[in-house]
């Protein structure tokens, strides 16, 4: 059973590289190259492969939808995102058309789509990583999906020319689709927490949004984004996330399976493969630059230009109209770069540590979109992510009448909390340059609330190292993670499930008394 095959592969190199501090995604990836090495050696089957593209399909309309969920449409109307996205491209096809026609010695229109191919970022592998580390909505993850998202619109319009084909008169239905944003919102009211929320959101990115873009001549991948995007200010988008999370995690393993198991190349495609991926980080250096045009801080810049050093699927899907004859070189190089971008994005954070005094140099004079506090005042409390827990701990501490503030990397999160009469700043408790210019002279206590467990660590030693020596408490799901927040220089680290134990016990003594109260 070929079904087999692709878990064992799978299951047993995704280990294999967790264990080496990788993520699995590389595994997954060498898992579809081992296959096709071993179905040729070893006589394995590898047919299969138009039900592993479907699975594969499923998985990234999932994604998408799932970023959607996580997007606000007035945040991807910005300079920087839009100018970026067509920057980039313009100038990335300028320079890889040219030298792809003199050095490879083909045609001009073979060159022109080769470098609209390779000029193209992995919305998948992106959104993959940012969420992984939970800075979708950070700033930086914010710009790097709103430019992947034009870079989406621009390859879309591309396969329309490229193809012959244009979308029929029904596609114009779309621009009537927020007018069912009160129905969506009472259908997702109505699903209540289970099996139908899972069904529900399902039907929305396969179904509604997926098939019912194809059959209007639209791409399926944006009907999953649009209709994602579509709910992201309902209150429980969140919720709806989640409950997709396993189901949309295994099938992104066909996905990264059937890159690998694109075939075997030959010299030709290694040599291309190896020559675009020294190519490679000329690619996040320009979004670099670009981005600092647009006047956003070096850190920004440095981490959404390295969460887009990658080639892109869109590529291959260009490749297989047009090009079909370079489909296995480009695969090769779209997993080359893959190799490079995922492991080079979990160190994302500790090289900005290294490089960030001189990449600073490059920023320009005047206003930063994502500028962060120099002094948060007289404030005695710092809550760190406000989320439902530090919204919670915020919420609680304040009838106590002592000076505090909130930061959080979520702009939208941040203008919600202002809104509602909370002090609460944008700020990235991952940035070590933050703690290295924050005043807080009467800063006594900090609470680490935010939802990646390097952020707390980040900010814990950032704090003693800068020499704060008030208490410092964070909450955290796993035992290891808990350690690493203490060893870091918090006070004490409590266990979310733990502690909702023994509250919950607490209440017991409370609610009987209270009975007893009754009755007497």
């Given at each position: 059973m070929i079904e087999a095959v692709w878990i064992v592969f799978a299951y047993g190199l995704g280990m294999a590289v967790k264990l080496a501090g990788l993520p699995p995604l590389i595994g997954y990836l060498a898992a579809g190259f081992a296959i096709v090495a071993a179905g040729d050696l070893a006589g394995i089957p590898v047919e299969g492969t138009d039900v592993l593209a479907h699975l594969a399909h499923l998985g990234v309309l999932l994604l998408l939808f799932t970023v959607g969920l996580k997007l606000k449409v007035r945040n991807l109307v910005r300079p920087e995102v839009i100018g970026g996205g067509l920057l980039h491209f313009t100038i990335s096809v300028l320079l890889f058309m040219p030298g792809i026609h003199f050095f490879m010695d083909l045609d001009w229109q073979t060159s022109l789509m080769l470098g609209i191919a390779l000029s193209f970022s992995s919305t998948v592998l992106a959104a993959k990583v940012l969420e992984s580390k939970r800075e979708l909505r950070a700033f930086h993850g914010r710009v790097a999906i709103g430019i992947l998202i034009v870079q989406d619109l621009i390859a879309l319009?591309?396969?329309?020319?490229?193809?012959?084909?244009?979308?029929?008169?029904?596609?114009?239905?779309?621009?009537?689709?927020?007018?069912?944003r009160p129905l969506l919102y009472k259908v997702l009211d109505i699903s209540g927490h289970d099996e139908l929320l899972v069904l529900l959101g399902l039907l929305l990115a396969l179904v509604v949004g997926g098939h019912g873009f194809e059959t209007i001549g639209l791409s399926s991948e944006l009907g999953a984004l649009a209709f994602g995007a579509l709910l992201a200010n309902h209150k429980r988008a969140g919720e709806l996330s989640q409950s997709l999370w396993s189901i949309k995690e295994v099938f992104l393993v066909g996905f990264f399976l059937q890159i690998g198991m694109g075939g075997l190349p030959d010299m030709d495609a290694l040599i291309f493969a190896v020559v675009m991926g020294a190519l490679l980080p000329l690619k996040g250096i320009l979004f670099f630059f670009l981005l600092l045009l647009f006047k956003l801080r070096a850190r920004s810049a440095f981490l959404s230009g390295l969460s887009l050093t990658n080639y892109s699927e869109f590529g291959l899907i260009v490749a297989s109209i047009v090009l079909p004859q370079w489909l296995v070189p480009l695969a090769i190089a779209v997993s080359v770069s893959f190799l490079i971008s995922a492991p080079l994005y979990r160190l994302a954070h500790p090289l900005y540590d290294r490089l960030g005094a001189w990449l600073s140099r490059f920023e320009r004079q005047g206003f930063h979109p994502d500028e962060q506090p120099l002094s948060v005042g007289d404030a005695r409390i710092l809550v760190i992510g406000m989320g439902r827990t530090g919204t919670a701990a915020y919420?609680?501490?304040?009838?106590?009448n002592i000076p505090m503030v909130g930061l959080d990397s979520d702009p939208a999160k941040v203008n919600l909390h202002q809104q509602n009469g909370r002090n609460v700043v944008f700020a990235d408790a991952e940035d070590v340059q933050l703690w290295k210019n924050l005043q807080a002279p009467a800063l006594e206590y900090v609470i680490l609330a935010a939802n990646d467990v390097e952020a707390k660590v980040i900010a814990a030693r950032q704090l003693r190292q800068s020499g704060f020596d008030g208490v410092i408490v964070a909450h955290s799901m796993f035992a290891d993670h808990a350690d690493a927040i203490t060893r870091a220089g918090a006070d004490h680290t409590y266990q979310t499930m733990a502690e909702t134990g023994v509250g919950l016990a607490e209440h017991i003594f409370s609610a009987g008394e209270r009975?007893?109260?009754?009755?007497?």
């Open positions: 319009l591309v396969l329309a020319l490229a193809s012959g084909k244009t979308p029929s008169m029904w596609a114009l239905v779309v621009f009537g689709i927020p007018l069912l919420d609680h501490l304040k009838q106590r009975k007893r109260q009754q009755v007497l």
